[in-house]
């Protein structure tokens, strides 16, 4: 029973990497790990981040004249689960480069 929620833990964070493992998301997590000062500060860069990576893909679907650009909110089982995993995907990806930051600018 337990391997079974670490299996879909683990899931849903390979998700979120993977909906973040693209430029857009590897230059977003790569700025936001950049300005982080603090590793406390993760969750707070994480949400940062999604927002930033949302507010690019409104403007792109503006961009090319989409009939809704904005996300869904109410859609608990589309946009609003894909945000979320989003969330989790970022706070893979800062939490890496974050600490590569810190190994590099510490030798």
């Known amino acids: 029973m337990n391997n079974e929620y670490v299996a879909q833990a683990l899931s849903l964070f390979q998700q979120g990497f993977d909906t973040v493992n693209s430029i857009q998301g590897l230059i977003i997590a790569a700025l936001a790990a950049y300005l982080m000062k603090r590793y406390n500060q ?43 995993i989003r969330f989790l995907g970022y706070l893979i990806a800062i939490s890496i480069l974050y600490i590569v930051k810190r190994i590099v600018l510490r030798g």
């Open 42 to 84: 993760i969750l707070v860069w994480t949400l940062v981040a999604t927002i930033a990576h949302e507010a690019v893909n409104v403007g792109r679907r503006i961009m090319a004249d989409a009939p809704n650009p904005l996300p869904n909110l109410a859609d608990v089982d589309g946009d609003l689960k894909l945000i979320g």
